[in-house]
């Protein structure tokens, strides 16, 4: 269960996608012409206008050891909150609260809490994480800052990919955008020396409200010798209704380490 919420906040749930498209016009087909900067401009336009986010969503999980179906409750307060909640046949499994300064979360299996900042969580990933960026994340945005002159692109199988110019050599990345809303199509990030890999595949988007959601999300990793797959659908999203965020941990729960 740990390094399913790890992953939650490196490149996880990727939730929700866009409202409101107002300056993105895409195609069918991806244009050759187009330069980088021209590209993430229209990215940035396809982030999602909205005060409050309530979503329902199905996750199915698993590594070589076992497979498990849970149903996921996400509740946002945009540039303030973002609540989760994991169930099945409901029963809570977990809960999450995330802050600009603050990262919790606490398991009732094992009767484990964490209760920190996003300062752990980076050194696990080796790599900066913030609020803003797990965000964007799940807004289907993606995390990495695309600097507009760092970046090239190129049209491969008719999406649009985005590359470092440079790449680090222990955080090696691309993404690839859709041409008909350039939301986020597959990304993919690896660290070879510690041997892990992540990569994540959007299904289609579905049209809601005005705003494009994905349907499907396909999540891949490798962490040495442990592989794990992560398939999200989406079942239902309600945007600017009233949301309450309960989140307290139970007494008597032990506090975990997650650099263990």
Partial sequence: MKRVILYLFALL??????????????????NAGLQAKEIITTHNLASPKFNTM????????????????????LRMEKDKKIWIKASIIGITLAKVMITPDSVSY???????????????????LGTEVNFEKTQAILLGQTMFELNKSSYTSQVVDNQYKLTPKQQLEDFIHSLFLNPDNFK????????????????????????IEGGYFPSEVSINTVDGDDKTRIDVTYRKIDLNVNVSFPFSIPRGFEQIDLGR
């Fill in 13 to 30: 749930l990727l939730l929700s996608s866009c409202r409101g498209l107002k300056g993105v016009n895409g195609s069918e087909t991806a």
């Fill in 54 to 73: 309530a979503g329902r969503i199905k996750v199915e999980y698993e590594d070589e050891k076992k497979s498990q179906s849970i149903t996921v409750s």
């Fill in 106 to 124: 606490y398991e009732t299996l094992s009767n484990s809490y964490f209760d920190g900042d996003f300062s752990l969580i980076s050194d696990w």
């Fill in 184 to 207: 986020v199509a597959k990304a993919s990030v690896s660290q070879p020396w510690e041997d892990r890999m992540l990569t994540v595949y959007y299904g289609p988007y579905q049209l």
